[in-house]
């Protein structure tokens, strides 16, 4: 049986906020349609500004509601860094594995996420282009390495043929809702409303169990 929930439907008890980052071409875009529509797009142009996509899945028996936030790379939109991680609870560091630069790039990446956003943050170290092996430039023992070293997910993946995109995505929701469930972050629930397009939202606390009185939100989005 599926863990996947329709995409039409508005109840969730738990809604996270998740950031993707990285260089600008390392298929950031891709990997969010991957994830919530199955689709990829060979000609897909560099993100401006930011946008996002939502998924809800399953994990013990809790309806997660991922919304996902993709923003451009490119060193000009960085002025939207504070409000674009604002309520991020999970972060994909994106590099494609075919391009050394975008992996020496993750540290700043990782700086940046360090600075600005919550403590708390669950972070993935995810390699994409995995299709493009023949090509590697970024070795994964390396990559692997330093992922332990900062106490970070990792995984290998391809938006083009779809591997290891849902693992990717799903082991960081499992971490965020783990971490929820134990009350590391001193947070009983999440809720919040679909923001309009370009509207960053925060995520905060409300009283009281989601069960049974999650807000129904719609979303014409994505």
């Known amino acids: 049986m599926s863990n996947d929930l329709d995409d039409y439907s508005y109840d969730y008890e738990y809604l996270f906020k998740i950031v993707l980052i990285g260089d600008s071409g390392v298929g950031k875009s891709n990997l969010l349609t991957r994830f919530t529509r199955n689709e990829f797009n060979l000609e897909s142009r560099s993100t401006i500004g930011v946008e996002f996509a939502t998924r809800t899945i399953e994990i013990d028996n809790k309806r997660i509601k991922a919304q996902i936030w993709d923003t451009a790379g490119q060193e000009r939109y960085r002025a939207i860094t504070s409000a674009y991680y604002r309520g991020a609870v999970g972060a994909l ?41 023949h090509l590697r430039a970024v070795p994964t023992e390396e990559a692997k390495h330093f992922s332990a070293e900062n106490h970070l997910l990792f995984t290998e993946a391809s938006a083009l043929n779809a591997d290891n995109v849902d693992l990717s995505f799903k082991q960081l929701l499992k971490s965020i809702y783990k971490m929820v469930s134990k009350h590391q972050l001193d947070l009983s629930d999440y809720s919040g409303n679909k923001p309009s397009a370009g ?5 905060t606390p409300t009283p009281g169990s989601a069960v049974g009185g999650s807000q129904k939100t719609k979303n014409n989005c994505c």
């Open 93 to 133: 560091i994106v590099y494609d594995i075919s391009k050394s630069e975008s992996y020496e790039s993750v540290s700043k990446w990782l700086k940046e996420l360090r600075d600005h956003a919550d403590e708390n943050i669950v972070i993935e170290l995810v390699g994409n282009k995995s299709d493009l092996d």
């Open 199 to 203: 509207q960053t939202i925060s995520l």
